[in-house]
């Protein structure tokens, strides 16, 4: 056993395990979230080399034979894992560790664990011969086997360079990953990755000199410490692993929203494409420096810094604005809140999309108004000064029921409770207080908006309908005089015509009374029309329900046969069919049935009533009835179509209206064509409802309400 002092670069190789060692311990101590799987392979790289030189250091002092194979083993076992984690660190610090898959990190553990358990088991086969060749990491090994020459007498020199081979390959691999990095990086990042490439290079130049000029002991343990002395530099100096360059995946590179990762002092470390716009300088330029001396809106960026939860930011680019709404959050509790993410969400569509809604809601005629939950105003449209006379800042703040008639005040309270403690809108209608002391009537529906960050409040939309309200009161007032003070009018005027009658007076003259009562007749009907059409369509609509319509009809068709003898009625009808519909369809088609006999000038008046499936659509059902008559006029026809009458294009009477509005509440379709060879049809079409024949035949009937 030789001494130290007959070596004394032993103390070259402990040099270079304690600073090795230091570095493992300065990597990690300054650990970092963000960059935790750079750091990590580093730190087991420099460990490793840590090993591997402090053992081989022990191997030249004198101890016993066993010490002496432990120290082998264990520098071996650090020499060889060196080149694979060497190239997982190249590929992570590089961004490319999508090719660190499972597969292939199993696969690089292969040559090292078979190196290893090769060294470990020589004592048994010898296939790494009596000493270690250019990777020597002892002395002569005294430990070889005898049967270590089955492979011949280059057996152990051949696993021996297979070893060296495979690990000097792994080694170049990752540092031409490392130079790539070099040559595709900029600023402070071309830097440390400069050290890193010199610190890779170091090893590989003394294995390369061990192989022109072989030394008493190998250089490469040694070269590890110089090597641990350049990343030390770049760890104190250049804020390698401080800084570290982050790589820009497709997912970073493509955000449109800029993101600034900073450190603990507020420094940029990493940004994506998408905030140069928002730094002053070119992103490269910007890395490694303070974030509110390199970014644009430096107010901003320092009230999220101070704690303020978002800020508005405005960046003017070629003569136009770009929104920005700006946060700051930490990477996580690991970081210790030192490390921040700055992002800069672009909200510039949003705004414009909120100025063309507010440049809508403020040209509007409708009131707009939020409230807090406490019923106060926090907005209200510009359109209150135009409507009410009232300016919209002296409204902010004040409770929305103190414009509301008193009268009114209980009920819309109520409406508001309901709107704040539900999700569907609610709708009234109450009067309102004008400046000028009158009252107007509004109609307004009430969404709670209060959940919504953007909106915060419940929103109502109110519109005038004091003038609708009027018109509809004086409406009343007209249906009522002509219902009740025509019909008694006109019941005089009957009475007193059949008295003419009654008496013995010349013919002329029971010719104008019989006409005097024809007409008034024809009022008394007008005035019951009138009445049937303001009790049926202005009560409220009932909802569309299953309905059978084939025995309804029957029952009508028997009524004319009863009450037209001399009419013939033509059925076609299936057993039964059921559609969705109204409850007042019955009326619209005994109307229409009627109207074929009471207006057909034919001798023997006919009719026909046909129910089938719709030719065009099976969900239709088209109800048909035909007569021999003089049919409908088209002047009515087109009035109709229009659904305007004017003082020269009008229907006469108001069947047909009826007929027409009650189709119109089962969203249903009315249509006229010519019969052959006289007269008209009229077609009604019904949704089909055939879920409700299944219980027709006892129990209640039920369906859903359906609509085009």
């Known amino acids: 056993m030789t001494s130290v002092g007959q070596y004394p670069h032993a103390y070259a190789l402990f040099a270079a395990g304690i600073l090795a060692g230091v570095v493992t311990l300065v990597v990690l101590g300054r650990f970092r979230r963000y960059s935790r799987r750079v750091r990590l392979p580093f730190a087991l790289l420099t460990l490793s080399g840590s090993i591997w030189a402090t053992a081989y250091g022990f191997l030249f002092l004198p101890m016993t034979p066993s010490a002496e194979l432990f120290y082998a083993q264990l520098a071996w076992a650090g020499a060889a894992v060196i080149p694979t984690v060497w190239l997982v660190f190249a590929l992570v610090y590089a961004g490319e560790d999508q090719l660190l898959s499972t597969q292939m990190l199993g696969f690089l553990a292969v040559e090292p664990a078979v190196a290893i358990a090769l060294k470990l088991t020589n004592a048994s086969h010898g296939l790494l011969g009596s000493s270690l060749g250019p990777w020597r990491a002892m002395q002569p090994d005294r430990f070889g086997a005898p049967g270590a020459d089955f492979l011949g007498p280059f057996g152990p020199v051949l696993v021996l360079v297979a070893h060296v081979v495979y690990g000097f390959g792994v080694a170049v691999t990752g540092v031409s990953v490392i130079a790539r990095t070099y ?53 104190f100096r250049h804020q390698l692993f401080d800084i570290t360059p982050i790589a820009r995946d497709a997912i970073l590179s493509e955000m ?72 700051s959050e930490p990477l996580g509790d690991q970081t210790r809140d030192r490390t921040r993410l700055l992002v800069f969400y672009d909200v510039t569509e949003r705004r414009r999309t909120e100025e063309e809604f507010r440049a809508l809601i403020e040209n509007s005629r409708d009131v707009i108004t939020v409230l807090n939950e406490d019923g106060e105003r926090t907005y ?137 009562k024809r007409k008034a007749s024809s009022l008394v009907e007008l005035g019951e029309q009138t009445r049937h059409i303001d009790t049926t369509l202005t009560r409220g609509p009932s909802g569309l329900e299953p309905v059978e319509v084939v025995e309804r009809i029957e029952a009508q068709l028997d009524d004319i046969e009863s009450d037209y003898p001399e009419a013939i009625v033509h059925r076609n009808l299936p057993d039964k069919m059921w559609v969705t ?27 026909g009533v046909t129910v089938e499936r719709s030719a065009t659509s099976n969900d239709y059902v088209e109800i048909r009835i035909a007569d021999n008559g003089p049919g409908v006029p088209d002047a009515e026809l087109s009035v109709l179509e229009s659904g305007t009458e004017t003082p020269l294009q009008h ?56 609509t085009d």
Request: hydrophobic share 40%; aromatic share 6%; charged share 25%.
């Open 380 to 516: 209200t449209s510009p359109s209150m000064t135009e409507v009410l006379g009232y300016q919209t800042d002296a409204l902010v703040g004040e409770p929305v029921l103190d414009l509301v008639h008193p009268d009114d005040r209980d009920r819309v309270a109520d409406c508001f409770d309901e709107v704040v403690s539900g999700d569907p809108p609610v709708r009234a209608e109450f009067r309102v207080r004008h400046k000028n002391g009158t009252w107007r009537r509004f109609e307004t529906v009430g969404v709670n908006l209060l959940d919504d960050p953007a909106v915060g409040g419940v929103v109502l939309n109110s519109r005038d309908v004091t003038s609708r309200h009027r018109y509809e009161q004086r409406l009343r007032v007209l249906n009522r005089v002509l219902r009740h003070d025509l019909r008694n009018d006109m019941n005089v005027i009957l009475g007193h015509a059949d008295l003419l009658l009654d008496e013995r007076i010349p013919a002329e003259s029971k010719d104008h009374a019989r006409t005097i």
């Open 256 to 327: 449109r929203d800029a993101v600034v990762v900073l450190d603990e002092q507020d420094r940029i470390v990493e940004s994506n494409g998408a905030a140069s716009e928002l730094l002053a300088r070119p992103v490269s330029e910007c890395v490694g420096e303070s974030v509110l001396e390199s970014v644009r809106v430096p107010s901003e960026v320092q009230a999220v810094l101070a704690g303020r939860d978002r800020a508005q930011a405005v960046v003017e680019d070629d003569g136009t604005n770009r929104y920005f709404e700006v946060r």
């Open 183 to 235: 040559l595709k990086s900029s600023n402070i990042h071309r830097r440390q990755a400069g050290f890193l490439f010199v610190a890779g290079v170091i090893p590989l130049a003394a294995l390369g000199g061990e192989f022109f000029f072989p030394f008493r002991i190998n250089p490469v343990p040694v070269s590890i410490g110089v090597s641990s002395v350049v990343v030390l530099w770049a760890l």
């Open 581 to 607: 519909a109204d409850d007042l369809i019955e009326s619209a088609l005994k109307h229409l049935i009627d109207n074929a006999l009471e207006h057909n000038d034919r001798v023997i008046p006919e009719v």
């Open 651 to 706: 229907i006469s009477g108001l069947g047909l209206w009826l007929v027409q509005w009650i189709i119109d509440r089962s969203n249903g379709r009315l249509r006229f064509t010519e019969n052959e060879p006289r007269g008209s049809v009229a077609i009604v079409g019904l949704r089909s409802a055939d879920r409700a024949a299944s219980a027709s035949d006892g129990g209640t009937i039920t369906g859903e309400s359906e």
